[in-house]
């Protein structure tokens, strides 16, 4: 196993064929290179990175005087999610509980990455709401990840998994927030669809300045996540209704900073129809609250595009070194 790294990308290697040291290193530095230089004349970079990050990765191969010598994954420590910059997994798998989990992206692709050998998810989960690689895993040899990122960047928190699944235990779910805590030049982003567990955990977690906190509410049956929401003294939180899948202009967004909104994407997509962001956009103008328009949604993410009315909503929440109370549960 040899691992390169050229800049953003780094490419982990089994080298299966007796070549020399010196050959087998030109090799790789020869995919780096092309591997980067692919990344960033790229018409389209967000979307190759995507298709070649950290928890979509590329096979490739590398060749020395015509023949494979080797083979591996490329990966990239950026994201192409339009409203964060990176992603950071030190959980794994889901099971799905409501509406929104119906077609999910994480259970479709953690099939993929079990089959192409993906150390992270060979854990199936119970065929009844999760599958194959999607079985929920805890990784401890990647709680060190961010502490190696030099730069400042916007990270979310577990894009294929839920931190505050019954099944991570709360223990681990303190170390993750003790490396939030202890590197402050990044800023984190928490998602999670289990409100109420995030609720009770909560007074025992440090939440540090740069911990923004978010619930997943697809339509109405699901506004009582914002109701735990605001019992956790993060200094952002969030509400991601997307897929969205009903109506929300009269949720109650009181102690809410910031909403993403959007369609679901992939083959199975349910519409959205456009009365419903609409009336979620005029929601947040009314409570001044930041809206972020991710997509339209179809059967790829880019289908509908991301204009809504003529313009595109990119509003990022403000005042987010404020520090807030614990509101005492009811």
Same mark, same amino acid.
């Given at each position: 196993?040899?691992?390169?790294? =050229?800049?953003?990308?780094?490419?982990?290697?089994?080298? !299966?064929?007796?070549?020399?040291?010196?050959?087998?290193?030109?090799?790789?530095?020869?995919?780096?290179?092309?591997?980067?230089?692919?990344?960033?004349?790229?018409?389209? /970079? &967000? $979307?190759?990175?995507?298709?070649?990050?950290?928890? #979509?990765?590329?096979?490739?191969?590398?060749?020395?005087?015509?023949?494979?010598?080797?083979?591996?994954?490329? @990966?990239? +420590?950026?994201?192409?999610?339009?409203?964060?910059?990176?992603?950071?997994?030190?959980?794994?798998?889901? +099971?799905?509980?409501?509406? %929104?989990?119906?077609?999910?992206?994480?259970?479709?692709?953690?099939?993929?990455?079990? $089959?192409?050998?993906?150390?992270? !998810?060979?854990?199936?989960?119970?065929?009844?709401?999760?599958?194959?690689?999607?079985?929920?895993?805890?990784?401890?040899?990647?709680?060190?990840?961010?502490?190696?990122?030099?730069?400042?960047?916007?990270?979310?928190?577990?894009?294929?998994?839920?931190?505050?699944?019954?099944?991570?235990?709360?223990?681990?779910?303190?170390? @993750?927030?003790?490396?939030?805590?202890?590197?402050?030049? =990044?800023? !984190?982003?928490?998602?999670?669809?289990? $409100?109420?567990?995030?609720?009770?955990?909560?007074?025992?977690?440090?939440?540090?300045?740069?911990?923004?906190?978010?619930?997943?509410?697809?339509?109405?049956?699901?506004?009582?996540?914002?109701?735990?929401? *605001?019992?956790?003294?993060?200094?952002?939180?969030?509400?991601?209704?997307?897929?969205?899948?009903?109506?929300? +202009?009269?949720?109650?967004?009181?102690?809410? +900073?910031?909403?993403?909104?959007? %369609?679901? &994407?992939?083959?199975?997509?349910?519409?959205?129809?456009?009365?419903?962001?609409?009336?979620?956009?005029?929601?947040?103008?009314?409570?001044?609250?930041? #809206?972020?328009?991710?997509?339209? %949604?179809?059967? &790829?993410?880019?289908?509908?595009? *991301?204009?809504?009315?003529? *313009?595109?909503?990119?509003?990022?929440?403000?005042?987010?070194?404020? &520090? /807030?109370?614990?509101?005492? $549960?009811?």
């Amino acid at each position: 196993m040899q691992i390169l790294r =050229h800049s953003q990308i780094a490419v982990t290697m089994n080298i !299966y064929s007796e070549v020399s040291s010196e050959a087998t290193e030109t090799a790789l530095k020869r995919l780096g290179e092309q591997l980067w230089m692919k990344t960033t004349a790229s018409k389209d /970079r &967000s $979307a190759w990175l995507k298709s070649c990050g950290e928890d #979509f990765p590329c096979r490739t191969y590398v060749r020395h005087d015509g023949e494979i010598v080797g083979e591996g994954i490329a @990966v990239a +420590d950026r994201s192409a999610i339009e409203w964060t910059e990176a992603t950071w997994n030190p959980t794994t798998g889901c +099971d799905r509980i409501s509406r %929104g989990c119906d077609n999910c992206y994480a259970l479709t692709l953690a099939k993929r990455l079990k $089959a192409m050998g993906s150390p992270k !998810y060979q854990t199936d989960g119970d065929p009844r709401t999760s599958g194959p690689g999607f079985g929920v895993a805890v990784h401890e040899d990647a709680l060190d990840t961010p502490l190696r990122w030099r730069e400042p960047r916007t990270v979310f928190v577990n894009s294929m998994s839920d931190l505050f699944h019954a099944r991570v235990p709360a223990a681990f779910v303190e170390r @993750v927030f003790a490396v939030m805590a202890a590197t402050p030049r =990044h800023t !984190y982003q928490v998602l999670t669809k289990r $409100a109420t567990r995030l609720a009770r955990l909560a007074p025992t977690l440090p939440w540090a300045p740069n911990i923004w906190m978010g619930v997943s509410v697809e339509d109405e049956s699901q506004v009582d996540r914002i109701e735990q929401l *605001r019992k956790v003294p993060s200094a952002v939180r969030f509400v991601s209704a997307e897929p969205l899948l009903g109506p929300l +202009d009269q949720v109650d967004l009181a102690g809410v +900073d910031w909403v993403i909104g959007g %369609g679901e &994407s992939g083959p199975h997509a349910r519409p959205m129809d456009p009365a419903w962001i609409r009336g979620l956009r005029d929601a947040c103008l009314d409570a001044d609250v930041a #809206f972020f328009f991710k997509q339209w %949604g179809g059967r &790829s993410p880019k289908a509908g595009g *991301r204009l809504l009315d003529g *313009r595109t909503w990119d509003e990022m929440p403000t005042g987010a070194e404020r &520090s /807030r109370p614990l509101v005492a $549960a009811n």
